[in-house]
Structure formats: structure tokens, C-alpha cells
């Protein structure tokens, strides 16, 4: 049950960043989350990657070339030493002036978030969770687009507060034209006469890694997939539904605003995917 964390290349117990730096001041970051499965790591290529992009889209300079910081990545889980790891990458502006202007930050801190990864409880993935549309927006593709991991999530807090307020363990958020989107830490999925539908990208999600594998998986497994725009009325005649992120993998919704969803339990298509993506895990 370690934690370890490097800060720049310097790995402790504990790390302090500056009340000036930007990532604190302002959500002027951005982040990804890596998991490992049987202590590999999954998908981190593919992380690694977004994380570029993210950074790239808020004009932030990376100090590290993607094998340094792959290195310094299984440097630190190795100190960290824990049978599964939860792994946060975090690169933020940097120290600057408490002036919102980018310009006075000169080095960004480049932070690696290693502890224990602790799996959800087996109830969410035999019952499924409860899910609950909420009044809270996703941000609008022109705003801070959903597509760019930064570390501003107060939208998806207050969303995750309102779903805790009515005793759902998630939201599920639309965008302000009242199309479904995604939850606030994983991409929606639901079935609807036999077909794998998903808010499509273009609604203002982020392209979730899982989301990808599972889309692909169910279109290797003969499973019709369908990205789209809907309104949440569509989840009247949903028959399964399950979220989807690095570390929940498939889990399985069961009930939406406290109606059940399909049959209340998590239908045949929701386990062959949970089933499929823990193949592919299994292989990595
Ligand atoms: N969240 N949508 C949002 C808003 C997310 O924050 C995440 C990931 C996902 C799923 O993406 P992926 O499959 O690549 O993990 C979708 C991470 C796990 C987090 O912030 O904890």
C-alpha cells in the first residue's frame, strides 16, 4: 500500500508544488490516469499520446520525450512496489504570477502519482451501479472541450454531486443542445434493440482509451455499434446500458433516476464486453 510520487524526476513519499504554480491557480493542466493489470501496465502508448494532444491543445510543452517519461513512469511504480498501481500523470503550467496570462510560467511540473490501485466493490460489476441525468452540463465543444483532458473537472464535480444528492453513484451529463454525452469520469454505452450505441464524439466527450477497445471488440464480435446524437429520451428503450474508464473498466448500469434499466440487471451484451475487455487485458 505505497505511495509514490516524482516530482521532475525526484521520487518521494510525498511531493509539495508551489500555491503559484498554475495547475492549482487556475485547472491549467492536464492529466491522465493509467492502470496495470497483473502489475503491467495497459494502454500506455495510448495514454501517452493523449496526454500530448491534451497538452498540445492548451499550448503546453511537455519538458519530457515520451520514452523519458515512460522511464520515469516505471521508475515509479517500481518504488512504489504495489501489486496493482493507480497511475496519475500530471503536467501542469507551471510557477508563475497570480495573473491568469500563461506567460510568466516558465517550467512546467511534471508529476507522477503512484499508490495502491484498490478495484471497485464486485456488487457494481454483478448489479450494476445506479446512474442519474443531471441538471449540470457537460462544457460545449467550443468552451473547454470535453476532448482535451485538462485538470478542470469543477464541471464534473458539481454533476458528481448532484448525482450523490439523489443517491446515484454517477452522472450522466447532456450537452447544452440536450444530446447525451458521458459520465464524469467514463464514457456512456447503452443498448438498444441488440445495438451497442454510444454518444459520438462530436457531442463533446472525451475519447476514452477503454471506449475505443470496446467499440473495436464489439465490432470483431459481429455486435452492431452505433455512434450517434441522442437525447436522453432514447433511455426509455434502452435495454442495457454500462460506463467505461481505465480504471472501472466495464461496469455495468442498472438503473437510471431510479427506474430500472432493461431488467434491472446487467444484460448479455454489457458482460460479453466486460468478458472481451478483460480478454484483452489479460493479453497485454
Ligand atoms: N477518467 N470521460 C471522462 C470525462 C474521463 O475523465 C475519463 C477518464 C473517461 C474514460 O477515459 P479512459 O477510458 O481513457 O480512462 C471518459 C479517468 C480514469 C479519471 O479521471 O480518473
Not at 40 to 51: G, I, N, P, S, T
Not at 256 to 266: F, N, S, T, V
Request: glycine share 8%; with cysteine.
Amino acid at each position: 500500500m505505497t505511495t509514490r510520487i516524482s516530482l521532475n524526476g525526484d521520487i518521494q513519499p510525498e511531493a509539495h508544488i508551489s500555491v503559484f504554480d498554475h495547475g492549482f491557480l487556475f485547472g491549467d493542466s492536464v492529466y491522465e490516469v493509467v492502470s496495470t493489470y497483473k502489475g503491467r501496465l495497459c494502454f500506455v502508448q495510448e495514454h501517452l499520446k493523449r496526454l500530448l494532444n491534451s497538452a498540445r491543445a492548451i499550448s503546453l510543452e511537455i519538458p519530457l520525450a515520451d520514452d523519458a517519461m515512460m522511464r520515469e513512469i516505471e521508475k515509479t511504480v517500481e518504488a512504489a512496489g504495489n501489486p496493482e498501481s493507480y497511475i496519475r500523470i500530471i503536467v501542469t503550467r507551471g510557477v508563475g504570477e497570480i495573473d491568469i496570462d500563461p506567460e510568466s510560467c516558465t517550467r512546467p511540473n511534471v508529476l507522477i502519482f503512484v499508490i495502491h490501485a484498490m478495484p471497485y466493490p464486485k456488487e457494481n460489476y454483478t448489479h450494476g451501479i445506479k446512474v442519474a441525468l443531471v441538471s449540470i452540463k457537460r462544457n460545449p465543444k467550443e468552451a473547454l472541450n470535453p476532448g482535451i483532458k485538462t485538470g478542470n473537472y469543477l464541471n464534473n464535480v458539481l454533476a458528481k454531486m448532484e448525482a450523490r444528492q439523489v443517491g446515484a453513484a454517477d452522472a450522466l451529463m447532456l450537452n447544452p443542445t440536450g444530446q447525451l454525452t458521458e459520465c464524469t469520469t467514463s464514457n456512456f454505452f447503452f443498448v438498444c434493440d441488440q445495438r451497442l450505441m454510444t454518444p459520438s464524439l462530436d457531442c463533446g466527450i472525451l475519447s476514452g482509451i477503454t471506449r475505443e477497445v470496446v467499440l473495436r471488440l464489439a465490432r470483431e464480435n459481429g455486435v452492431l455499434v452505433e455512434e450517434g446524437e441522442w437525447p436522453p429520451e432514447i433511455l426509455q428503450n434502452a435495454e442495457e446500458a454500462f460506463i467505461t474508464g481505465t480504471i472501472k473498466r466495464v461496469m455495468p448500469v442498472t438503473s437510471l433516476d431510479g427506474r430500472p434499466i432493461g431488467e434491472g440487471k446487467p444484460g448479455p451484451i454489457t458482460k460479453m464486453m466486460m468478458r472481451l475487455y478483460e480478454d484483452v487485458l489479460i493479453s497485454l
